[in-house]
């Protein structure tokens, strides 16, 4: 049989589940493989009157230029370092916040911390990015109280070097519930039998998260690990365009609010093209990268 | 357990899906495209043959059988949503559709966005008819527009189609050179000063009247004073952000600075880039690399280290937080628009509220300042080009040259008569739905919603002069008396190949300028780097982006 026969006979047996699966597909064609086109406009000296067929073509002009730039080091670094300490701090939170509350018997308690931590999640981040700047900025009451303990700013978030803190702190707040959800879900999938054994065995409370309950998620930690590497280069641009401002461009300028800068607010379109496309790339070498490396050393990969 | 682990791949699955959409939402800017409603003009609309051209001077007249809409992407004013919803409802507009058969159809950008929707725009390569804004807003101005197939180049429908147009440009030597470019293209038709009265200053620095009476103090004369006064704001009228800033940290618009001897203006409204080029007896400067930007530097540090400064300055991003900011009570200086006075009054819930305008300070009393906001002949910022979309730019021209005759003049100036004006001895004379509108409108907002206010037009600005409140016309002696435009940069246009070469040059240097000097002003890098951030500017390419302007300030000389 062919691939097309295969295909067909496969179709006429599974129907519905095509059909279920038709809008994603689409969704995935329409909106992250067309575009995928426009990439071409990196190797252009794009103008709206040639448009993506019959702008100049020069080259890796855009790309040399990007290197070349005062910038460059300056927004490849703070996008890596953003979101390595956002992976670093953030992304065990959700797993000990998922083991505390495993801890917890249901009850009213623990659906109350749940319904809370999951709250800031689902409020939209302007209105998240606003509470944040008023907290944080001049007059805010964060920034009153640090004033108290001997902090030198009169806001915190327009000096450079509490920017990245601000951002890591607020992420993990905001994605803290939100992201234990998953976590959880594992957790009810271990075997109760080894906890009673365990505990017959004499063992505490931290040795049967210790030895029974990390092992028993780890395959869930290792698949949102690989995720998280292969998100690596792009930072919440939304939230980090909210937050940042001339001053802290220095610790906060992300190549993602870079190529807005340039390309929508400056019309350089070509330029932030292969800016985006450099990105890209890096970002689909990490995602290849890690999970090669979780399939050597452990048996779980995304493919 | 099956059952949970089939819940668990069902959960990995959303997870990745919803990460998925993240990462198609990041980065990717909305291009909500103005939906494109081109002229639905029919090729018989323009009746008249083509080999005989427009004559000057007729008066206004039907020119389509059949009704035509035009497009046009206009950016408001304050009075754009308030007084009225859409500059369609203004009545001159709406006399000039009733006698012309041609509407025009506004989209209009939402206040303080103009820039970024302007792009939008742009990038969407679906033009509306007409655009106002490229001198303003596009990359590399009216030249590059033209060759980037934006904007179509007007000279053969002007000189064809729009004689009245061609007729005011020759009013005076300066509004000639003025609305043509270098390489000899007219772009846009042009808002033009119409009469002998120039424009009064627009923006400069304003003062809490009423603070200042209640302290019995004087008006500031010197940045000493100015401190002195801010001084007394702060510890006695309980002000937190005694002098209020934009987050570009250098107040445009005005000559704040003047007095420290550079200049800077804010080409893409407030809050945008500032804009550092001026000249001295012809020769081009660059603010920042002046000894005035090092003194502003450090007059701006202590006071923000005083408490003197609004600490939130950087989140003030466009006019309505401007306007927060100064209405909220907690600040008493400002760089201001002048008809923002009384929208701030509005806004303030102290009833003595009360800005005036204040003289721009200067470092010794009696000096003086050679920067004004003012005194220009024509507006390229309100300038009208027709897009390559435009169906039918024959008839566009033709409507547009229609402002421009006395007839039309008349109307967009004055309105409808009988309503608005009377005529008095041959001149229109404002009557009281003007001057003292029963509404409670101000001039400029009365003038928006019964005439035209900053447009593509002959614009008298005699109007501005005549039932004005005495604040206002303080206002204009107060930021004339003692400033004179001689260091102004004219309007020059800059070659593709130039613009291309500034645009290049220049984003790099205006982030790196913008970023240290609001540093530095906060203290967060000490001034002693000034010297290193001369350097720094002068590495990334300065000489380049000077020697351009220059090039294009000798041909606008020799023009």
Redesign the interface.
Known sequence: MTFFQKLGHDFKRNKMLYLISFP?VAFLII??YIPMGGLVMAFEKF?????IFSSPWVGFDNFK?FFQ???FLRVLGNTFLLSFYDLIFGFWAPIIFALLLNEIKDGLFKKTIQTISYLPYFVSMVVICGLI?DFT???GFISRAALIFGSKD??LL???ANFRSIFVVSNIWQGLGYGS??YL??L??V?QELFEAARMDGAGRLRQIWHITLPGISS?IV??LI?RIG?LL?V???KVLLLY???T??TADVI?TY????G??????GYSTAV?LFNSVIAFILVAGSNALAKRYSDVSLY | ?SK??R??SL??CL???I?LVA?????T?QSTAPTQSSATAPAAASAEPQSSSATAGQPLHKLSDTPVTFTIWKPGTPAIGKVIQSYEDSAAFQEMAKISNITLKFDTPVFGQE??KF??M??S?EYPDLIEGIASY???GGDKAI????ILKLNDYITKDAPDYMAARKANKTIEKETITDTGNMYQFEEIVYGDTVEPPAWGLAIRQDWLDDLGLKAPVTYNDLHDVLKAFKDKKGA?KPFSLD???VPGFSSFTGGLGFYVALPGGICSTSEYFYQVDGKVKYGPLEPGYKDYLTMMAQWYKE?LV???F??VKNFNDLISVMSSGKAGVAVLPKPMFAALKANSNDPKFRMVALANPVKNPGDKIHVVNANNWTFPGDGIAISTSCKNPELAAKYLNMWYTDAGTTLLNYGVEGSTYNMVDGKPQETELLTKNPDGLSLIDALCKYCVFQFAFRSDYSRQYVGISDDQLNAHKAWLSNADPAYNMPSTSLTGDEATTY??VM??IN??V??T???ML?G?TPLTDYDKMVQTIKN?GIDKAIAVKQAALDRYNSR
């Open positions: 994603v909106f992250s103008s709206p009157k040639g448009g230029h730039s005062v910038y700047m900025g001049g007059d009169a806001s327009s000096n450079p959800i998953i879900a594992a009810s999938s075997d869930t698949i949102m995720l998100l792009t919440n641009f939304e401002s001339p001053a461009y220095e993602s190529v807005y800068r340039k929508i607010l400056g019309l350089d379109y985006g | 357990m949970s682990v819940i668990l959960l990995t997870f990745l899906m990460s990462g198609c939402g990041t980065g800017a820039a970024d792009n939008i742009v990038s390569g596009y990359s590399g060759s980037d197939g934006v937190t987050a570009s940290g408490g609004d600490p939130n950087l989140s645009a290049e984003n790099d982030t790196y913008q970023e000097t609001v540093k906060m967060l990334m």
